[in-house]
């Protein structure tokens, strides 16, 4: 990418027929920048911005390069702004969770100027900081039960990312995945609620996991604790309880011999006929929501719903036949034959 923009971090990105917005996090500030064919026509009607727009529009699903082509595209106009709104200063801590969701925030519209476009500052819409902002209010129920139940509340302010010391500028600006309490040294995975309903999805299941139920031989990902804004109001998200030395199926399985497959998928469907038995759905089947750990054992996560294209079906999701459905799919994707059996529904 062109060396004159500053060292930055994708946040989140929409590209229609006729709009496109991206936003990003550089030196600790967010940009929210924003484009329509309307203003790339400007006042004389000249297509010529908005024919390089659709090239985009047409070639980006395609070529991996056309994204971070069409990413500089964007953010080349935003450079002047973007070096006097959030300058190069030191990072030497990463950020807390507090200050990394309550950024100062800018928005920058694009526009043709003279052939060419241009950055243009507007008044920040409050509507999307809000769709950019974790956040669940206290009195929802599925909080209230966790705190009911003796689940740890942790305020944003005492929670900061982890980096790896070779970090680059770049790697500050990242949203937040693992995260530590200052002051001690115990890794959690951090899980935003952006989304409600996956959220208290997720909480659910995790809070009957601490049920004797589902004993510590089970593995499956465990709740560590809730994140609170500083307000003591609202929940920022969720903490799981880290799975140190762990990597994803899909990255365990490149090297591992056929034995070592053939038990990963045992696991997992025990693991999945277990959770079924108990009437809970895994939901979002798919190799990368597998850890297997330093021991070779295979670790079920993420229970917050969905579902990828290519394992499951979307009219499936979120059911027993959506989870068997996918588990197929990571048994044909480590190259195996169905096992077992004596496992399987009716």
Not at 13 to 41: P, Q, Y
Not at 213 to 240: E, H, I, K, Q
Not at 316 to 334: C, H, V
């Amino acid at each position: 990418m062109d060396n004159d923009l500053p060292p930055f971090a994708m946040i989140e990105f929409f590209f229609g027929d006729c709009d496109a917005a991206l936003t990003i996090m550089s030196r600790g500030k967010r940009f929210h920048v924003f484009l329509t064919t309307e203003d790339l026509r400007g006042p004389q009607e000249d297509e010529a911005l908005v024919q390089t727009f659709h090239s985009f529009r047409k070639s980006i699903d395609d070529d991996p390069q056309a994204m971070e082509a069409f990413e500089e595209w964007m953010l080349k106009p935003c450079v002047s702004y973007m070096n006097q709104l959030a300058p190069s200063i030191p990072r030497v801590e990463p950020p807390s969770l507090a200050e990394y969701f309550n950024p100062e925030t800018f928005f920058l519209k694009l526009a043709k100027k003279e052939g060419r476009l241009e950055a243009i500052r507007c008044p920040v819409d409050p509507s999307v900081t809000h769709s950019l902002t974790p956040r669940v209010l206290m009195p929802d129920p599925i909080v209230s039960e966790a705190i009911s139940e003796g689940v740890p509340c942790i305020p944003a302010s005492q929670l900061v990312a982890i980096l790896e010391p070779d970090a680059h500028e770049a790697d500050y600006d990242l949203v937040p995945n693992t995260v530590r309490a200052i002051g001690r040294d115990t890794q959690f995975h951090f899980k935003g609620a952006f989304e409600q309903k996956s959220f208290r999805r997720e909480l659910d299941t995790l809070l009957r996991f601490r049920s004797d139920s589902f004993p510590g031989d089970l593995f499956v990902s465990r709740l560590g604790g809730l994140v609170t804004w500083d307000d003591g109001l609202s929940v920022m998200g969720l903490l799981v309880e880290y799975v140190h030395g762990s990597e994803t199926l899909g990255y365990a399985a490149e090297e591992a011999p056929k034995a070592e497959k053939e038990k990963w998928a045992r696991q997992i469907r025990a693991t999945v006929k277990r959770l079924h038995d108990a009437n809970i759905t895994w939901g979002d089947v798919k190799p990368d929501n597998v850890l297997i750990d330093p021991n070779g054992d295979a670790w079920v996560i993420d229970f917050g719903g969905g579902c990828a294209d290519g394992w499951v079906d979307q009219e499936l999701e979120g059911t027993k036949e959506g989870d068997l459905q996918g588990l197929a799919g990571i048994e044909s994707f480590l190259e195996i034959t169905a096992v077992g059996h004596e496992a399987r529904e009716t």
